[in-house]
């Protein structure tokens, strides 16, 4: 038999989660054009400003200097009609010609002025379709597969063409969804504590799981949770970010995310080996005064480590049969021996084994 303890314990919990990146950018052609280059690894690496693609500029740099030819023809139109205006003032004063002149004379200088505006504009529009050219990466990151090969026609079909995407690598989001009763709890718990809320969330350490049950090698740190709950999940989506300077995780990889938000104060513990369950009841076997089995109805909460939080049924101290339980019956009497109760570790600032998946509730 062994003795049934009281401690203070970590609550952990584990939520199924899938990555994705901060920022997300479609390389896309506004412009229409053969592409000359794509100087870039298919799945590398990129920095910010770096040439992604360009599409010939020729026909757009041609426009360009089309257009800048028309702004100086309508400047020199418009000196001009303004230079006609000023000759013309004093003859109307001089009653040398009518106002009718002057006012035609300004119409047109009128005219000419919207002509370099109308121009200048023009050769705004020019030249950011020459700039439409050139493709640079946004920001730091890693980019897709290329959609369109280097020789091809692009931007013809209506649309801005798909050429790569590109996202960011470092740091890496986890996404994860919280059950409303969940995140209820929570704030019942911690309302109204600023520092209590402080430790379990902002400043709260959260630990990846990966793939292939390996624990990720650096803590993320909690970014926000969504203004709404999903109203047919029942659910609120969280987002913890992570270092990822290795570039070991990827957009879309699937993963669970492990957290500690909160501590059970002086639980009720038991080996799970003492407890038995028998259509949905849950029971242990007691050894009372006389050394006489008495069974007895439990109710528990979630796991740690080898142990069951008991939250009904048990007090600190009380004796429980943990080896011979199929054996036991009310009533009968034993002989005990007594066993050294499993060691508690301390308070932990790491994740228990990724291997150890009894020792954590599963929240979906």
Do not use: C
Not at 30 to 43: H, I, S
Not at 45 to 61: A, C, S
């Amino acid at each position: 038999m062994t003795t049934v303890q009281k401690k203070n314990v970590p609550i952990y919990v584990e939520h199924v989660a899938q990555t994705e990146a901060f920022s997300t950018v479609e390389i896309r052609a506004r412009v229409q054009g053969f592409l000359t280059q794509a100087p870039f690894k298919e799945g590398g690496r990129v920095k910010e400003g770096d040439l992604l693609f360009q599409i010939d500029p020729q026909p757009y740099q041609a426009i360009v200097e089309q257009t800048r030819a028309q702004v100086r023809r309508a400047e020199v139109t418009l000196a001009r009609a303004e230079a006609d205006v000023e000759r013309l003032r004093p003859l109307v004063k001089q009653s040398a010609i009518s106002q009718q002149d002057l006012d035609d004379a300004l119409a047109v200088a009128q005219v000419a002025e919207a002509d370099v505006m109308g121009a200048k504009a023009a050769l705004k529009k020019a030249t950011l379709d020459l700039g439409y050219t050139e493709m640079h990466a946004p920001f730091d990151g890693i980019i897709g597969e290329r959609q369109v090969d280097v020789g091809n026609y692009v931007g013809n079909m209506g649309s801005a063409t798909l050429l790569a995407t590109v996202s960011t690598v470092d740091p890496m989001r986890a996404v994860f969804h919280v059950p409303e009763g969940w995140f209820l709890r929570y704030q019942r718990r911690f309302l109204g504590d600023k520092d209590a809320q402080e430790r379990y969330s902002v400043a709260m350490p959260f630990w990846l799981i990966l793939g292939d049950a390996s624990v990720y090698a650096q803590d993320g740190k909690f970014d926000f949770a969504d203004r709404t709950l999903d109203a047919r999940a029942g659910t609120l989506k969280v987002v913890v970010a992570f270092p990822n300077e290795q570039g070991l995780l990827r957009p879309g990889q699937f993963a669970r995310v492990r957290a500690r938000p909160e501590e059970r104060s002086g639980a009720i513990l038991v080996s799970q080996r003492a407890v038995v369950t028998t259509q949905s009841v849950r029971f242990v076997y007691v050894v009372g005064q006389e050394n006489q089995v008495e069974q007895r109805a439990i109710e528990t909460a979630e796991p740690f480590e080898s142990f069951v939080v008991v939250t009904k049924g048990l007090v600190e101290g009380e004796q429980v049969i943990v080896e011979g339980v199929q054996k036991a019956r009310p009533g009968m009497r034993v002989s005990p021996v007594p066993q050294s109760p499993p060691s508690l570790a301390e308070d932990r600032t790491e994740p228990p084994p990724a291997a150890a998946q009894s020792d954590l509730p599963k929240v979906n």
